[in-house]
């Protein structure tokens, strides 16, 4: 007889995933609703130069979701089939918002940026070993091998260094440029919902992560891969964008977004060595 977790007497819930479940609920936002009238006036008055890197950043942005919305379902599919319920309610609720930020990108390009070029151009060596090579073969795997392993280079591979240091730093730099100028107040806004989204996802994935280190210890080796094959190309996005813009407008630094980068890793696994909690 199949079981279902709804049908069980006193069963017992991952609080805080449900949290996350709810947060994602109450906080719902729609793309559609952003006005971008003043960010085309921005966008208008901006240098070639300034436009050129913002282009370049929002064009990786924008492929990273949707890779990151295409390559989310076999997890979703991989606790579906292990009866993992509220895993299964908030990865529903995750999918879908990965799906709204894809389309919050390419609303700003298509209405902003207008005729810009084919987006794939700037789409930098090492983002490319992430998004077109390492993401979405550690997610598919787990249609064939649903072990812990597999989800341990998953997980890691999407919220560690996928939302955990390349989002978290193209956000950083988005704030260092918009914010300090006073830019693109329709950008600034949607962006302000996307970071608040990601930082549900990546408080799942480090849940997550925990959980299965605390259960199956032979995994960290697992993760251990994980960093020492992507951090270097994480990194190498930062150091290959800023090397096509030179020199850099808006006053900002290749070095200062390298440490940024290397910071959010290295909170991300002090994270993870902390003692398991449900809480």
Request: aromatic residues 10%; glycine residues 6%; negative net charge.
């Amino acid at each position: 007889m199949r079981q279902f977790a709804t049908s069980q007497p006193n069963r017992g819930e991952d609080s805080f995933v449900v949290g996350l479940y709810h947060k994602s609920k109450r906080n719902f936002w729609n793309p559609q609703d952003l006005d971008f009238t003043h960010d085309k006036h921005d966008w208008a008055a901006l240098s070639q130069a300034q436009q050129k890197v913002l282009l370049h950043l929002s064009a990786l942005f924008v492929g990273g979701e949707e890779a990151v919305t295409l390559d989310l379902a076999p997890y979703l599919l991989h606790v579906s089939q292990q009866g993992r319920y509220e895993d299964a309610l908030y990865v529903a609720t995750w999918t879908f918002e990965e799906a709204k930020h894809a389309e919050f990108f390419d609303r700003f390009h298509r209405e902003v940026v207008g005729g810009s070029p084919e987006l794939a151009l700037l789409h930098v060596e090492s983002w490319q070993q992430i998004f077109y090579q390492a993401l979405p073969q550690a997610m598919g795997a787990l249609q064939t091998d649903p072990s812990p392993a597999s989800e341990v280079r998953a997980l890691g591979t999407y919220n560690l260094i996928v939302e955990g240091v390349l989002a978290e730093t193209g956000y950083r730099a988005y704030k260092e440029v918009l914010e300090k100028e006073n830019l693109m107040p329709g950008l600034r806004r949607g962006l302000g919902y996307v970071q608040a989204d990601e930082g549900r996802h990546i408080a799942f994935g480090l849940h997550s992560l925990s959980k299965l280190l605390h259960h199956y210890p032979q995994t960290q080796e697992v993760l251990e891969d994980v960093l020492a094959e992507l951090i270097p190309a994480a990194v190498g996005v930062v150091q290959e964008v800023f090397a096509a813009h030179h020199p850099m407008p808006f006053d900002i630094t290749e070095e200062n977004f390298v440490d940024y980068a290397l910071r959010q890793i290295q909170h991300r696994t002090e994270v993870l060595q902390r003692p398991f909690s449900s809480e």
